[in-house]
């Protein structure tokens, strides 16, 4: 019998704040260093800021200086409740996802490809606006692609885009978190839909190179603060002529987002806008890596 898996305790700080303050108060802790979620409902006057730790003491200054409470997550109920099956989710005609024990109704047609994922403490079921379209511009840009083609997702979580790449034909994909948690929920899931050609890891994209390593297809969904600050590392891995979808971006802050990116050789080609969120495909210029990135003078409009 194998023993029992006991998970470390894990600490969360919460605070709400104004709506429209929403993008102040993540750039005040992001500037400390920390990666803040946010959730709230599109109209709704409050949002909900929160931050997780392993240690209590990790949080505690956070309570002394901004407010908000302490509480302790019972980590191995979180995952208990993530087992419960899930609905299943049709992104598209071909493309679907459910939990590791789902199963697809019977008297719907099955899709080409079925993702099983397992969220527990990662991002990425299928469920939230940027995963899905995420998932659908993937699918749409793998129909044009030759054999042979690689991929590389930033800020994998659950590893739902990197593993539906593999089954899109990637010949090989590249993905990382800064989380480890979310590395290791990623490898699990990446076991479970039999994956061979993904490789995951662990790394911050702040301090990530590319390299000489380029993609046809390069996809980054994590916050807008962090794709502002990391544009150029990100657009160096963009094979000319490979697409670049960017997500985990408030529509608030799309105008800048694009600002940022589009000072680069790129080309805005599909945006999806869904609830309070938004999604892009760009268009690396046609030209010789050895030119890539080059600034120039394009606007963002």
Not at 31 to 50: M, N
Not at 74 to 89: M, Y
Request: charged share 25%; with cysteine.
């Amino acid at each position: 019998m194998n023993a029992a898996v006991h998970y470390p305790p894990t600490w969360r700080w919460t605070r709400r704040v104004a709506a429209h303050q929403e993008e102040f108060w993540r750039g005040r802790l992001e500037d400390g260093g920390y990666s803040p979620a946010v959730h709230g409902r599109p109209g709704a006057r409050t949002v909900r800021l929160e931050i997780y730790a392993r240690r209590k003491t990790e949080l505690t200054h956070l309570v002394k200086k901004f407010d908000g409470t302490l509480e302790r997550i019972d980590v191995e109920k979180i995952i208990a409740q993530s087992l419960i099956p899930r609905r299943p989710i049709r992104i598209t005609s071909g493309l679907a996802v459910t939990d590791v024990r789902g199963t697809w109704p019977t008297n719907l047609p099955r899709p080409a490809i079925l993702l099983r994922i397992a969220g527990a403490m990662a991002f990425g079921t299928g469920e939230h606006a940027t995963t899905a379209s995420c998932l659908r511009f993937l699918q749409e840009e793998a129909r044009h692609l030759q054999p042979g083609w690689t991929a590389l997702d930033i800020g994998t979580g659950s590893g739902i885009l990197a593993i539906a790449a593999e089954k899109l034909g990637a010949a090989s994909v590249t993905a990382f978190d800064n989380d480890a948690r979310a590395v290791s929920a990623a490898l699990a899931n990446a076991r479970r839909n039999r994956c061979r050609r993904v490789t995951i890891t662990e790394g911050d994209v702040l301090r990530w190179s590319a390299g000489r390593t380029r993609h046809p297809v390069v996809a980054a969904n994590v916050y807008s603060s962090i794709l502002r600050a990391a544009a150029p590392r990100i657009i160096r891995a963009v094979r000319p002529g490979g697409c670049l979808i960017l997500s985990g971006i408030l529509r608030t802050e799309e105008s800048e987002v694009l600002r940022t990116f589009l000072e680069y050789p790129l080309n805005l080609e599909k945006a999806s806008r869904r609830g309070k969120w938004a999604t892009f495909l760009l268009r690396t210029a046609n030209q010789s890596a050895a030119k890539f990135p080059r600034k120039t003078s394009r606007s963002a409009e």
